[in-house]
């Protein structure tokens, strides 16, 4: 084994022992499962703690409580996504209460939560009297002292090396130089000495006013004041220009990020806790057990096609996806993101995509075999064709991940985290693990031949463009049957028509009481039986004591039927329900978090447009990227309309997915066409050199979409109701995916060069 290959197993194996580190031990202390203690999971998988809270609407106009019901779930959601991508539930209940559930929290952090989804953040900035010490010596000694006038006596605690000390501040009651409107980012920095501080900047008119007060008071001390409590009173030692400010304190990390969240995020009207519940799992046993054999169903078909069709290939290569399942979960660990169902489903998925890298790297090592070069040679080239495609197909989803990231929130920005972390270990286990095992079996010489199945080198020769303009054509028939299907259930009211389910324009919550506790898996199935396919089902306990009840969130009206099917049927008639009241409760996906989702898709898409165009040397390809990647999604969602679906938040993750699963396919084609175009010189027949590139590209097209789609059938036959929708939805994409860069993306590259085919045409008819 040389030097280089050397390095390379030792950074492997640093890198797995580390995140296998992360990992263990697998089980929690309380001994709930595998790697419950290590990685933090989701409501719908292990539960956790839901807080209901009351909005004083004593001093709001009756008709802005709704808009600052509203504001104040936009808010606490900002607040509590501080503790971590938990992808949290916040919904308004009723007319001024919000439900607030978070996922497995530690005691400390639930504290915590609860101290900062009821902070109200109200800020203000007073001047401090300038006889301040004479009057508080006087307070001392003066049981009778009364402060002058329009000022009030605050105090402040600090502790320094063990030792409290209390200091007391005279400051104004009226007349404050600023609040926290003022307020344009809050962030925490740290001293000199690694202490934590939180850092304002102000907005341009709050910096004015700031500006000038600091100016006409240098030498005064100014009072920094956060809901009635002082945090801190420095001294202004001159004119404080650029619209910046400190508050320090004794803070520990916690406390200053949970500060800055806060300021950032100030409640119109405050919130206080009226109860809080410990939540079991949304998903019962059968429903989680559905979907982890699905789940693996799907990663079994990828195995063992990958060990028939490639033989000791593909051995290398489910040991480098197994690899890559390990750094991913360690990552997620580290790091401690949520999963979900969902989330798990997601990750078979993007192992069954990981295929696709090596499906590459095999086929081009086959070509050149095909060529007469040996073994090592036929290795190395296959790795380096294969590598820039690799790149360009990666790259591309992980710029859509990270424009997710920023400009997302709540579940789409968690999803954005996991694609990312996911791209990258594939990436990584797909091409840098497998050449250095390859290296190693080479040079030990244990690897003489490169042997695989050969079913479709020998395809017959396709006219794909052939037929373009009919396939065209069909397409846009679909997607213009499935807008306006669209239309009719009210896609464009957002929230509110029928094609959204209670995630995005909420229902009806029905608290039972029962005699018998049954698995929400089988709860569920009634339901489904009853026609109520969409449902949240959750167990709920007093924190303080008392009686479990059973909590159902439906579509409006459903409330009636439900009841009644479980208490008819016999699966669950033993339970004895009673109702013990029902209430409207509101969306946990608002038309904001929509908004910034298809802002950050439209991102997403300009710059995946502006990338492969520079990559590729022409505008042609990156719009027809661009055409190909809208044509999936709305024949995606016309066909998830067309078949009476709503949409939900797992299906929002799918269809984001397809924007990175989709191009991969289109730059494959077009780095195929760019290849092809070099070898060919001189005048280029734009129509042969497509159809000839697609046939090239067409064994790896069905040996990694069958790959994929094998995986998705598997989470649509057998991951049940749950995760349906969800895998529908990557069915339909991984289908039109496919379809979409042979007869989409590829005819509108061909048509930019519309003038140079016609002209080729006429010459070889002619000759």
């Not at 902070?119 to 009364?146: C, I, S, W």
Request: net charge positive.
């Amino acid at each position: 084994m040389n030097k280089k290959t050397t390095w390379k197993f030792a950074l492997v194996a640093i890198i797995t022992a580390f995140c296998l580190y992360s990992l263990w031990p697998p089980h929690d202390p309380d001994g709930d499962g595998p790697l419950t203690g290590k990685i933090k999971l989701g409501l719908d998988l292990k539960g956790g703690t839901s807080f209901l809270l009351k909005m004083d609407t004593t001093q709001i106009d009756p008709q802005g409580r709704a808009a600052a019901l509203q504001q104040s779930v936009e808010i606490i959601e900002k607040r509590v996504n501080q503790f971590g991508v938990s992808e949290p539930i916040v919904q308004a209940v009723g007319d001024d209460r919000i439900l607030v559930q978070l996922p497995g929290l530690a005691e400390k952090d639930r504290n915590e939560a609860r101290r900062s989804i009821e902070q109200t953040a109200y800020l203000k900035f007073q001047l401090v009297h300038e006889d301040n010490e004479r009057l508080q010596g006087q307070m001392a000694t003066n049981p009778r002292f009364v402060p002058p006038l329009g000022w009030t006596n605050l105090t402040q605690t600090t502790t320094r090396e063990g030792q409290t000390e209390t200091r007391g501040y005279l400051v104004r009651v009226k007349g404050h130089e600023l609040d926290g409107k003022a307020i344009k980012r809050a962030f925490v920095q740290f001293d000199e000495i690694g202490r934590p501080y939180v850092s304002l900047t102000f907005t341009s008119e709050g910096a004015k006013t700031f500006a000038r007060v600091t100016a006409a008071n240098v030498g005064r001390q100014l009072a920094i004041i956060l809901d009635g409590e002082l945090q801190s009173a420095p001294v202004i030692q001159t004119e404080i220009i650029g619209g910046q400010a400190q508050i320090t304190g004794q803070f520990s990390l916690i406390e200053a990020r949970r500060l800055s969240s806060i300021l950032e995020n100030p409640l119109e009207a405050p919130v206080q806790v009226l109860e809080e519940r410990g939540v079991d799992p949304s998903l019962g046993r059968d429903s989680i057990r559905s979907g982890i054999r699905a789940s693996t169903i799907g990663a079994a078909i990828v195995i063992v096609f990958m060990v028939v069709y490639y033989l000791g290939a593909g051995v290398v290569a489910n040991v480098a996806m197994f690899l890559n399942l390990i750094i991913l979960v360690g990552v997620l660990a580290i790091f401690k993101f949520t999963l979900t169902l969902p989330g798990i489903a997601g990750i078979v998925l993007a192992i069954g995509m990981s295929v696709d890298a090596n499906v590459l790297i095999y086929e081009r090592i086959r070509e050149e075999l095909a060529a007469g070069k040996p073994l090592r040679t036929a290795i190395a080239a296959g790795y380096q064709r294969a590598w820039l495609v690799i790149f360009d197909s990666n790259l591309t989803t992980i710029m859509t991940a990270v424009i997710l990231i920023f400009f997302g929130t709540g579940p789409v920005k968690g999803f954005g985290v996991t694609l990312t972390i996911g791209l990258l270990a594939n990436l990584f286990a797909a091409v840098f693990i497998t050449r250095a095992v390859f290296d190693w079996l080479v040079g030990a010489g244990w690897l003489k031949d490169f042997k695989m199945l050969h079913l479709f080198n020998r395809l017959p020769k396709l006219n794909f463009l052939g037929a373009w303009k009919i396939a065209f054509i069909l397409s846009w028939i679909v997607i213009i049957l499935g807008t306006v299907r669209f239309a009719q259930r009210g896609g464009f009211d957002i929230g509110h028509g029928e094609v959204y389910g209670i995630d995005f324009k909420g229902g009806d919550a029905v608290t039972l009481a029962f005699a018998q506790k049954i698995d929400p898996g089988i709860v569920g199935g009634v339901l489904d039986k009853a026609g109520i396919l969409e449902r949240f089902i959750q167990y709920q306990r007093d924190m303080a004591g008392g009686s479990e009840v059973l909590n159902i969130r439906l579509p409006e009206g459903a409330t009636d039927t439900a009841v009644q099917a479980l208490q008819k049927d016999p699966a669950t008639a033993g339970m004895q329900l009673k109702v013990l009241g029902t209430e409207r409760v509101g969306a946990v996906v608002g038309k904001q978090l929509l908004k910034q989702a298809l802002w950050a898709v439209a991102a997403a898409m300009l710059a995946i447009m502006l990338y492969i165009a520079f990559r590729f040397g022409e505008l042609s390809y990156g719009l027809g990227a661009v055409v190909s990647l809208l044509h999936d999604i709305l024949m995606t969602v016309g066909l998830f309309c067309l078949t009476g679906r709503t949409f939900s938040m797992p299906v929002m993750a799918a269809i984001l997915t397809l924007i990175g699963y989709s191009i991969n396919d289109t730059i494959v084609v077009y780095d195929r066409i760019r290849e092809n175009k070099k070898l060919s010189g001189g005048r280029v027949d734009y129509f042969e050199l497509i159809n000839r590139s697609i046939n090239d590209t067409l064994p790896r097209t069905l040996l990694t979409g069958g790959a994929t789609l094998f995986c998705a059938l598997a989470l649509y036959g057998y991951g049940g109701s749950v995760l349906n929708d969800f895998a529908f939805c990557f069915v339909i994409g991984v289908l039109t995916g496919t379809y979409s860069s042979i007869y989409i993306a590829s005819p509108v590259v061909l048509w930019f060069h519309r003038k140079e085919a016609r002209a080729m045409s006429q010459a070889t008819v002619k000759a």
